[in-house]
C-alpha cells in the first residue's frame, strides 16, 4: 500500500508542476444533461484520457451503458441504488470488489457498477483494476493497454499514462 501512496505522490507533484497555479477553485458547473460529455471543470487539471467508445467489446464483454432496458440494467441500477445508500449511511466514499478465485464476475460488476454510478451527476468514480494476474478491465472498454499500475509503482511509467 506504501508504493501505491508514493506513486500517487509522485504523480500528484509531477500534476502540479506542470499545472498553473490558481487563487481560488472555480464554481462548479451546472448540472450537466446525462447525455452531455464530461468536460473537465475550468481550471482543473485532467489526468485521464478520452477514449472513443468500442461498442463491439462493450457488447462482447456485457457491459451495460445504461442506455438498455433489460433485467441487467435494471438489476445493475438496483444494486447501485443499495450500494450508494450504505455508502452514505456508513459516510464512505470508497468501494472495493474482491473474489476468492477467478471467473467469478467481479470484474463484469466492477465495470458495469462503475458505469452506473458515474451517470449519477454528483459522483466521480475511479475504477482501477489491481488484478495481477489477469487485469480485464481494459479490454472490458476495448482499450489495449501499454503500461499497467505495476509499471507505475516500479517507475516504469506515470499515473497519467495508465489512466483512461
Known sequence: MERIREAL??????????????????????????????????????????????????????VR??????????????LRTRVLQHLRRNDQRTLALTTPRSGGGTTYLAVNLAISLARELEHHVCLVDLNWQRPAVAAHFGVHVEHTLIDVLEGRATLPEVLF
Do not use: M
Not at 481560488?24 to 475550468?42: C, I, L, T, V
Not at 451503458?65 to 438496483?78: L, M
Open 9 to 62: 505522490d509522485r504523480a500528484a507533484a509531477q500534476r502540479d508542476a506542470a499545472a498553473p497555479r490558481v487563487a481560488a477553485a472555480p464554481a462548479r458547473p451546472a448540472a450537466r444533461a446525462p447525455d452531455a460529455p464530461h468536460a473537465p471543470e475550468e481550471g482543473a487539471s485532467r489526468v485521464t484520457r478520452v477514449l472513443p467508445r468500442d461498442d463491439a467489446a462493450l457488447a462482447r464483454h456485457r
Open 65 to 78: 451503458t445504461g442506455d438498455e432496458d433489460d433485467a441487467s440494467t435494471r438489476a445493475i441500477k438496483r
